[in-house]
């Protein structure tokens, strides 16, 4: 055989072996490995039953992703994929028995299921999560599912990907029997069983219109935009009108489809990006970490309380600090209404629930902060007040223990200035709501340890979180861009656009919420006091935006306030407010501007070109390491579209040279806050995209 698949038979029964690490995709060598081995046992008379079975730590986690790259720019032709192997399966005269444990995902779960039986450990998953990557699935599963677990089920499982319990799988009947002990063991005595016996295949899906309709309002709902998702239905639902064989055509159309869309590279840019900001290049894998066994937080307000729930529902315990009790009191409340909801939704059990509130230790003193083995600061942003606060946990916190500071836009050089080891002192900065959003800006200071760097990296992901390492300047990469992004959102109502249009504009690209509304719903204070803070540092001359300091002005801070750039009725829905078109014509009349027309396209035009030439000199200037990680920040945290890739991916699929032109001619238009970044207009002079670009040895993040 070939080293990728061994083979051994002994008593009658067949053992095929999968052996590529990390998770036994189906890179090239496997399918044939596998179809060689099934054909040896095909052909020895001893054997009466095969056993197929992955070696490490899964089954099959699905075809290869890396491959996909090289088909769509031509290197490699596709050929017939896996059919050829799932018939040979699926024909075989010796049953065949899949035995998985890990994960069965994509074509793993296609394999599994052209084989006559499939067994499960009960911790291993099975699913079609090719959605995820903008496909769907592409070897047959969209017909052969429906034909085991019903239409209504499959085309859940192909539209959104989500992987599935054995047990769960184990009673829709795609499992055959859940195993206890130990897998080849179980597998081998199933296989002796059946062994000689053929089985029926399984009859075609009945007709269930209202499961494709409902599926595809959902769609509309929670994948606005992805074209896979639509695609996953529709094949799904060829199954239960066209025979298997024309079933699996359509299939083959709708994949190959996907295949060559952009979406689906922005996906698999972002899957293959979720991994590669792990990797620091001059933090190694094997830096020593700190245990995080203990944990305590400053501030109990929204965001306070947010990361204190990170832990708890990581199972580390955690003190709540708060200056009064009222403020306390406050704070935890909302958190026991925040867990409270989440019970009431089916979540989790009230018991999880109370275990959870257990972890968190309210209190109003530093009492216990000596035991913490990582203090995080999490108080408005007053840099007095961070290195009041600072100074202290140097007196207190342990040699060992984490600084870290929620800080959004405040420099942690200076923070960590106050104590006598700023090797220990980090950004952590979460984004709100920090229970529920992934992105974890990692700020690195000057002085902040490599160890110290590599614990925050692995606490990220035990906190379920995707950690991002960035340099320390202002608004560090995230909000710097955001900046300009809202910047400019503020210009274009200030030129003539209305409020709506440009929410509305953004979001039809596909953000979560138009750049207006996330004001509203951040608090359009927080950016108000900041300015405030930084006034030191306005450069005269320079167009200021106007809208949202006035708005401040007439206390409507956003939702929390009850408005802000709308109206917010008790549901929080959003309603135009004729005070706001009071107060922009009064601006447009106090800066003499005379309002025009502005389309849709100069809407999204603005707002992310102005995302990409910030983040091109973050780019250069070594504050994000690589662009990809840019996107992820972007995908993560700031409701940019997936199927996008994030905004550097954007542009390079725009093409360099395109997002420059228009960028000049928005720097002739509106003057110096538009100059390009000399690294944009060095790229596309190249002829090169920000995902080839590596930054050179003085990296800063
Ligand atoms: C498909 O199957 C289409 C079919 O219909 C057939 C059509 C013809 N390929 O995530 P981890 C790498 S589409 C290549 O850190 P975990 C990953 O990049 C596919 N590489 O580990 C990482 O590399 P590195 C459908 C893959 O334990 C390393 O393995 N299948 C693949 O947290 C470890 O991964 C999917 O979409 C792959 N398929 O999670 C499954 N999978 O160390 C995608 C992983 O260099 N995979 N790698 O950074 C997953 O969901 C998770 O990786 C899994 C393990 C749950 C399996």
Redesign the pocket.
Same mark, same amino acid.
């Given at each position: 055989m070939s080293d990728l698949v061994s083979y051994s038979a002994a008593d009658g029964v067949a053992v095929i072996t999968i052996h590529n690490p990390?998770?036994n &995709?189906l890179s090239p060598g496997v399918p044939e490995g596998i179809a060689a081995s099934l054909a040896k046992a095909e052909a020895d008379d001893a054997v009466k039953a095969v056993v197929l079975i992955g070696g490490g730590r899964?089954f099959i986690? #699905? &075809?290869?992703?890396?491959e996909f790259a090289k088909i769509t720019s031509g290197e490699k032709k596709r050929g017939q994929?896996?059919h050829p192997l799932l018939y040979q399966l699926e024909e075989s005269n010796k049953p065949v028995v899949a035995s998985i444990h890990g994960?069965a !995902?994509?074509?793993g779960l296609?394999v599994a299921m052209a084989c006559a039986y499939r067994l499960a450990l009960a911790s291993a998953q099975v699913g079609q999560?090719?959605v995820?990557?903008g496909?769907i699935? #592409?070897?047959g #599963?969209t017909q052969r599912l429906p034909r085991l677990v019903g239409a209504a089920r499959a085309v859940e499982m192909c539209q959104f990907g989500e992987p599935v319990k054995a047990a769960d799988a184990a009673q829709w009947g795609l499992i055959d029997q859940v195993i206890e002990g130990d897998l080849l063991q179980g597998a081998i005595r199933f296989a002796r069983e059946i062994a000689g016996k053929r089985r029926e295949k399984p009859r075609a899906p009945e007709a269930d219109p209202a499961a494709f309709a409902a599926a595809r309002e959902a769609a509309k709902k929670r994948q606005r935009g992805l074209s896979a998702a639509l695609a996953a239905i529709d094949a799904v639902e060829a199954s239960t009108k066209l025979s298997f064989e024309e079933g699996v055509k359509e299939e083959a159309r709708l994949f190959e489809q996907c295949l060559h869309s952009i979406q689906s590279k922005a996906l698999i840019h972002v899957f !293959?990006g979720e991994?590669a900001v792990t990797r620091i290049p001059d933090v190694p894998k094997e830096t020593a970490t700190y245990p995080i066994r203990r944990a305590a937080v400053i501030g109990a307000g929204t965001m306070g309380g947010g990361i204190a729930m990170n832990f708890a529902n990581a199972g580390i315990p955690v003190v709540l600090k708060e200056t009064t009790q009222e403020a306390l009191d406050h704070g935890v409340g909302a958190i026991r209404k925040n867990y409270a909801n989440s019970v009431a939704k089916g979540r989790f059990s009230q018991a999880a629930m109370d275990k959870r509130l257990a972890l968190i230790t309210p209190t109003l003193s530093y009492e216990g902060f000596d035991q913490a083995d990582i203090i995080v600061e999490a108080v408005f942003e007053s840099m007095a007040l961070k290195k009041e606060i600072f100074a202290e946990l140097d007196r207190i916190a342990k040699p060992e223990c984490l600084l870290a500071t929620n800080t959004s836009t405040l420099s942690i050089d200076e923070i960590a200035s106050v104590t006598t080891r700023p090797r220990m002192v980090i950004g952590h900065h979460f984004f709100s709501p920090a229970n529920i959003m992934r992105l974890l800006e990692i700020v690195r200071g000057k002085a902040t340890a490599k160890e110290v760097i590599a614990t925050s990296m692995s606490l990220a992901k035990t906190l379920g979180k995707v950690g991002v390492l960035v340099g320390n300047c202002r608004g560090f990469v995230g909000n710097r861009m955001f900046g300009s992004y809202r910047r400019e959102a503020q210009f274009l109502v200030e030129e003539g656009a209305d409020p709506e249009a440009v929410d509305r504009a953004m979001f039809d690209f596909g953000m979560a919420m138009g750049p207006l509304q996330v004001g509203d719903l951040a608090g359009l204070d927080v950016g108000w006091r900041i300015r405030k803070e930084f006034q030191h540092l306005e450069v005269p001359g320079v167009r200021k935006p106007r809208m949202e300091d006035r708005l401040c002005e007439l206390g409507r801070y956003g939702q929390k306030t009850g408005a802000g750039w709308y109206r917010y009725d008790e549901n929080r829905r959003p309603w135009r407010d004729a005070a706001v078109n009071d107060l922009i014509a009064t601006v447009r009349a106090e800066s003499a501007i005379s309002p025009r027309a502005i389309s849709a396209a100069e809407i999204t035009g603005r707002l992310l070109y102005a995302l990409v030439n910030e983040g091109a000199r973050i780019l250069e200037e070594g504050m994000a390491l690589r662009a990809v990680d840019i996107d992820i920040i972007y995908v993560n945290g700031y409701g940019f579209p997936a199927y996008r890739g994030g905004p550097m991916f954007y542009a390079d699929t725009v093409g360099l040279p395109k997002v420059l032109e228009k960028i000049r001619e928005f720097n002739r238009q509106h003057g110096v806050l538009w100059a390009p970044a000399p690294l944009l207009e060095r790229l596309a002079e190249e002829g090169k995209s920000f995902g080839q670009y590596v930054k050179g040895e003085n990296n800063n993040a």
């Open positions: 990390p998770v &995709a899964s986690a #699905g &075809a290869d992703i890396k994929g896996l994960q !995902f994509g074509g296609e999560p090719e995820k990557l496909l699935p #592409g070897a #599963g !293959f991994r």
